[in-house]
């Protein structure tokens, strides 16, 4: 439960960041906020397809940020304008 909890916490701030890199400033910050808790899950999976797994709170939130990055991208190419 904790582990959730902790993941959730880490996709919110993910969002924020991942929102700054890819320059959605006219997004709103509950939608980034959505895209950062997915990016939580999405970031981690992408890490272990490839062999890679991270530690720390640095490295979830690099690979939860990596995540929602991949999920804002994918969101400007095939779903609304952010």
């Given at each position: 439960m904790f582990h959730l909890i902790w993941t959730l916490l880490i996709g919110?701030?993910?969002g924020w960041i991942a929102s700054r890199v890819m320059q959605a400033g006219n997004a709103g910050w509950l939608s980034m906020m959505v895209v950062g808790v997915?990016?939580?899950?999405?970031g981690p999976a992408l890490l272990w397809l490839i062999g890679?797994?991270?530690f720390g709170i640095a490295g979830t939130l690099i690979s939860a940020t990596l995540g929602a990055v991949i999920c804002i991208a994918a969101l400007r190419y095939f779903?609304?304008?952010f």
């Open positions: 919110l701030a993910a997915a990016g939580s899950f999405v890679m797994k991270s779903g609304p304008k």
